[in-house]
């Protein structure tokens, strides 16, 4: 029983300072810098609150939406930046509009109430985001573009 409440301390502190901290902060992206963890995100080398703000920018609703009519305009399509991906092509109509937005600026020089430039955007399929976070040092969309080019000529080289 003293080990439960003992353990469920830290918590218990944490979800009070989140709590407070949203309260306190006054601007829709402080908000965004409480609450849990997301997994499969790994935090960044530059902390916590930039991984955070890096997550916020690139998940905003508006911000998504114009980069994804924007390159619908250009290329009449949502495909993954990395991997060459289009849900809509895998998955048919279910597949439409689907697509994940990833903020290229690096992590360090994202300052608080910015704004976010649509070249500054990178679309990408589910897959490739998450490899791109899921080391502590995050690749760049370059990085997994060449990793995904490697294995596809491994492939074509030693097929099952
Ligand atoms: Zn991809
Ligand atoms: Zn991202």
């Known amino acids: 029983m ?44 530059e902390g916590k609150v930039l991984t955070r703000l890096h997550r916020y920018r690139e ?16 290329q009449g399509c949502l495909q993954c930046e ?12 279910a597949g439409d509009g689907i697509i994940d937005v990833h903020h290229t600026k690096p992590v360090h020089t994202l300052r608080p109430g910015e704004t976010t430039k649509l070249s500054e955007l990178a679309l990408l399929c589910a897959n490739c985001h998450r490899v791109i976070h899921s080391k502590r040092k995050w690749l760049s969309v370059e990085q997994v573009r060449a990793l995904r080019k490697k294995t596809q000529a491994h492939e074509t080289q030693y097929p099952i």
């Open 82 to 93: 990395a991997c060459d991906f289009n849900f809509a092509k895998a998955y048919g109509p």
């Open 59 to 74: 998940r905003r609703r508006t911000l998504v939406e114009a980069k994804k009519k924007d390159a619908l305009q250009k």
């Open 2 to 45: 003293w080990d439960e409440f003992a353990n469920a301390q830290p918590k218990l502190a944490a979800v009070v300072a989140a709590i407070r901290g949203a309260v306190e902060c006054p601007t829709p992206e402080a908000h965004a810098l409480a609450g849990d963890d997301e997994p499969g995100i790994e935090e960044a080398e």
